[in-house]
């Protein structure tokens, strides 16, 4: 499920579920072009984030009931930790733009990451407007996988691609 502004307007939200299974996470990104909410529906996790006026990343549980927010552009990922999938719902003014780093970089606002052309959230769309070439790895939960991969490819040995 996912609503975008491209299919409601430009000044809609975009808001979908996002599943995340068992010893999974969402690897690390960042949004380049909007802030965003999340907020658990069911599971846990651990939310591991590096704000920009920190010196280090920060973990913290999540559960039924939590609410995270990312400022645009700060470094973040979703752990799962439980037997059980956990579900999210996920709110912004604009997620595209999402930039995926091979692992986390020397400060908050270092590494260079990849930035997909589609991201799992663009290929899960009304029916009649799926972009067919992506389709199948959103709706098997593999686009992230995808994406990180296309970071680990682009990054080189290091796992780092450089600064910003």
């Known amino acids: 499920m996912f609503a975008t502004k491209h299919a409601n307007g430009a000044d809609s939200l975009e808001f979908g579920r996002y599943t995340l299974y068992p010893g999974k996470d969402s690897g690390v990104h960042r949004h380049l072009d909007g802030d965003e909410w999340i907020y658990v529906l069911t599971g846990q996790g651990t939310y591991a984030y590096w704000a920009h006026e920190n010196a280090e990343i920060t973990e913290l549980p999540v559960h039924q009931g939590s609410v995270l ?63 067919d070439e992506f389709y199948d790895a959103a709706a098997t939960g593999e686009a992230f996988e995808q ?6 490819d682009w990054a080189g040995e290091d796992g780092h691609a450089g600064e910003l």
């Open 147 to 152: 994406a990180a991969e296309g970071a680990e």
């Open 69 to 131: 927010f990312n400022p645009q552009g700060q470094l973040h990922k979703l752990i799962n930790t439980g037997t059980e999938p956990l579900y999210t719902l996920i709110l912004s003014k604009n997620l595209g733009g999402t930039e995926m780093l091979a692992g986390w970089p020397d400060s908050p606002t270092g590494g260079v990451g990849y930035v997909p052309e589609l991201m799992p959230w663009e290929t899960s769309c009304a029916p009649g407007h799926e972009p």
